[in-house]
């Protein structure tokens, strides 16, 4: 019985579910180090200065970026669970090389292995999810998904303590980084009775398997009209892609949708790359607020617990506050918490400490966690549609200054110290005119329609907002009609944007101005499920 029996809203709940893992697993790999790098037993190991901590530490990241980068080649080639469960291949192979190691090539060499296959499952696992969750609760799902990644981060935090608090031996850091494969595991045996992206199927020519797996989402027969229409729409935004799809060159030549073409690849990387630059990784050295060892490996245990706490509240806020407002205030309130903590840190009183540290809770609490889910794992896999390989590129270059600023923030602490603070805060406000004149808000938009915001002669931000108006009046209207009824394929608040090329919609470029032209391009609203 394929899917174990599933259908509709429990399948749904068994993607989230592990996609929720995968989360998790990501949440591991990023503590488990940091929970043990200054302990006694890894120090008598490995007798690392902070030169080499930075060095094994970005080895992960390393290897993420590559790992995203030859995802970025090869990964449309295979199906969206196949490269994932590829990706646990690595991900074994590198957790043991940690766990066996008795030297520090060894150790770099398994988390550089480690990184390659998270760089494949941080690229491919966002996107496998909102791929078969329906527009109208695709946010949310992911936020819930993205709780799990804070759960890894807790699990890592307190195990670390817990173990360090009672053995002083290499059984604690060596079952520290035990812990990512036994989650790989768990992935993987999930991954192998999930279905597989209709996207994905209809443009690799499975329809039949796509119709499968439709029907199990929308828990429908498979003829059922519900479910043709959506394959239609599909395969129509499929083809809009295809005879839309340009190469790296292509975005270098002058043309009419060139300029639209960059603004989309523009907006990906941009606000990926945002990520580094946010101010997350300064927070990890919290002896820049005078903090002890002790007290900091306690302290972020507890910010993790608040951190979770305060991620349940974004299940709701992604989808009625919407991803573009609530980027705009989240950097702005990144912005500030990084000035007031600059000066706190200038002051360098005990009050001014504990000042400091009530504004890393603010920080996690308020912006940090709202805005990395957004530039990471909702804002990004919505512009999938542009292509995967350029997405996967923007996802290597988030590793890759992540990696830059990881060397490069101790130094700068040990040099300027409360000056990194204000500088971190000064790029927080950069994101802002960024993120209001370039990025459109897809809350509710179905995946297919993201990809029409920007047709030439549109302005993305205003045809966001058409799109997103329609749908809602389209819904009033259906409510007020009594056609609404239970079930997935009709709560959906989605509408379809899919555009008419060909005949009917031939314009002449040289008569009509701008505006007509744009006016008649613009896509037909069609209900959506998914």
């Known amino acids: 019985m394929p899917y174990l029996g599933l259908r509709g809203t429990k399948l749904l709940v068994a993607i989230s579910a592990t996609a929720g893992v995968g989360f998790c697993l990501f949440g591991i790999d990023n503590a488990a180090l940091g ?17 080499g901590q930075g060095a094994i530490t970005g080895s992960y990241e390393i290897g993420c970026f590559f790992g995203a980068l030859a995802f970025a080649i090869f990964g449309e080639r295979f199906s969206r669970r196949i490269v994932l469960l590829f990706c646990c291949i690595p991900l074994m192979v590198g957790t043991v090389l940690q766990v066996a190691s008795y030297g520090t090539a060894q150790l770099a060499v398994g988390r550089v292995i480690a990184g390659l296959a998270m760089g494949g499952i941080t690229t491919t696992l966002p996107i496998w999810q909102n791929e078969t969750s329906p527009a109208h609760l695709r946010g949310t799902l992911v936020c819930a998904s993205l709780s799990m990644l804070i759960v890894g981060q807790l699990i890592a935090y307190w195990t670390a303590y817990g173990l360090l608090d009672r053995y002083d031996t290499d059984f604690t850091w060596r079952l520290m980084f035990s812990l990512q494969g036994m989650a790989g595991i768990i992935m993987a045996g999930l991954l192998w009775v999930m279905p597989e992206s209709p996207r994905w199927l209809l443009s690799h020519s499975q329809p039949e398997a796509a119709r499968r ?14 479910v043709s229409q959506q394959i239609n729409e599909i395969s129509k935004a499929n083809e809009l892609e295809r005879e839309s799809a340009k190469g790296w060159s292509d975005l270098l030549r002058k043309g009419d949708d060139q300029g639209e073409k960059r603004r989309m690849l523009t907006v990906s990387h941009v606000v990926l790359v945002c990520q580094a630059f946010s101010g997350s990784t300064i927070l990890s050295y919290q002896d820049a607020v005078g903090l002890t060892p002790h007290i900091s490996t306690l302290l972020s245990g507890y910010l993790q617990i608040w951190f979770l706490i305060a991620s349940f509240a974004t ?19 990144m912005a500030v918490v990084m000035f007031i903590m600059g000066g706190l840190i200038k002051v360098g009183s005990k009050g001014a400490g504990i000042g400091a540290t009530v504004m890393v809770f603010l920080y996690q609490a308020f912006p940090s966690y709202l805005f990395a889910l957004l530039r990471t ?39 300027i110290g409360y000056g990194m603070f204000l500088l971190f805060g000064a790029f927080n406000l950069t994101f802002i005119p960024f993120v209001y004149f370039y990025c459109p808000e897809t809350a509710g938009v179905p995946l297919e329609s993201i990809d029409a915001f920007y047709l030439p002669g549109l302005d993305p931000i205003k045809e966001s907002a058409r799109i997103r108006k329609d749908l809602k009046f389209k819904l009033k ?8 009824t239970s079930g997935l394929a009709d709560t959906s608040l989605a509408v379809i944007s899919q555009v008419k090329i060909g005949s009917d919609n031939e314009v002449n470029a040289d008569v009509l101005a701008g505006a007509e032209k744009a006016q008649l391009e613009r896509p037909i609203a069609r209900e959506s499920t998914i």
């Open 477 to 484: 209207l259906k409510l007020q009609s009594g056609t609404m």
């Open 315 to 333: 299940w709701w806020l992604i989808e009625h506050a919407g991803r573009r407002n609530l980027f705009l205030i989240t950097a702005f309130g």
């Open 213 to 226: 797996v439709l029907s199990a989402l929308l828990d429908l027969p498979t003829d059922a009209a519900k």
């Open 377 to 415: 794992d909702l804002v990004i896999p919505e512009f999938k549609l542009m292509s995967f390989p350029k997405l996967s590129l923007a996802v290597a270059l988030q590793w890759l200054f992540d990696f830059v600023l990881l060397m490069v923030t101790p130094i700068g602490i040990a040099n």
């Open 35 to 51: 929970g043990v790098i200054s302990s006694g037993p890894f120090e008598r190991k490995y007798n690392l200065d902070p030169t």
